[in-house]
């Protein structure tokens, strides 16, 4: 059961990380967060386009589209892409909480070390447990030939997806998802939870309230292009925006009028 740390408690936060803890925990981080994105660039220019069989190579032929049964390699590379994508897509927007969490670890008297990267390595787990769930739907989708062979929708579902995308943005749930990826200190006082397994369960709430908050602007991945890297890069930053500057609500509301207005206009010109 998840704990509050005790007001008393809530204070003590280390100025700055040692050196050997920052070079540990953010170089660490920062080389994630940078071979993802370059797995992201070189993945097309070598797995797509190295002659492979299945949907890597077929998916990057214009016009093509798969109806046929997927292969566990392809399924496997598919989920691969995903996992890969939001570690790259979500390690920025993160960083302020596991700076938070570093300093008030290291505050405690205790070496952030492990626990961050349980920390981190709990919040990874979710998201890798959103990319089998779009892997599978991406290989859904292409056998019931819904995806083109640049990996997106057609017009009138893009509308769709587009206009059902905007609705979340307006809804109760996706407003108190962000809520807690705004607040890093409003999270860790209300989901604390001590040892080092409490590190990887705390990892775990954050990243289920993260996917809780993004999950359905990562479905428009489907509208643009699931590789896509301009996309993934500008969806990128407007979730870094809304969830790290003070006008995150306001950007969710806003993006969720014009994202149901671009959605009817598309599904209307189709």
Not at 175 to 199: D, I, K
Not at 207 to 216: E, H, L, P, Q, T
Not at 233 to 240: G, M, N
Request: glycine content about 10%; overall charge positive; some cysteine.
């Amino acid at each position: 059961m998840a704990s509050a740390i005790p007001t008393s408690e809530a204070a003590p936060l280390a100025r700055t990380l040692r050196l050997p803890d920052q070079l540990a925990i953010w170089g660490g981080l920062g080389a994630l967060s940078a071979l993802s994105w370059l797995y992201l660039w070189r993945m097309p220019a070598g797995e797509m386009m190295d002659g492979m069989v299945g949907m890597a190579g077929m998916a990057s032929m214009p016009g093509m589209s798969m109806a046929s049964p997927w292969s566990a390699t392809q399924l496997w590379l598919t989920f691969l892409m995903w996992a890969v994508m939001m570690v790259a897509m979500m390690m920025p927007s993160t960083a302020p909480m596991v700076a938070l969490y570093a300093r008030v670890v290291e505050g405690r008297n205790t070496s952030p070390r492990l626990r961050v990267w349980l920390f981190v390595g709990g919040y990874i787990a979710v998201w890798t447990g959103f990319s089998a769930l779009a892997a599978v739907a991406q290989a859904a989708m292409q056998e019931a030939a819904l995806l083109t062979g640049a990996m997106r929708v057609a017009p009138v579902m893009g509308g769709v997806l587009l206009a059902l995308a905007g609705a979340y943005q307006l809804s109760p749930l996706k407003r108190r998802c962000l809520r807690h990826c705004q607040s890093p200190m409003g999270f860790l006082m209300t989901n604390w939870r001590e040892s080092v397994a409490g590190a990887f369960t705390m990892g775990v709430r954050h990243g289920a309230y993260c996917v809780g908050c993004c999950w359905m602007l990562m479905a428009l991945l489907f509208v643009v292009g699931v590789m896509n890297l301009a996309w993934v890069a500008a969806l990128t930053a407007f979730v870094l925006l809304e969830r790290v500057t003070r006008w995150g609500g306001e950007i969710a509301t806003i993006s969720g009028f014009a994202l149901i207005a671009a959605g009817l206009a598309l599904a209307a010109l189709s």
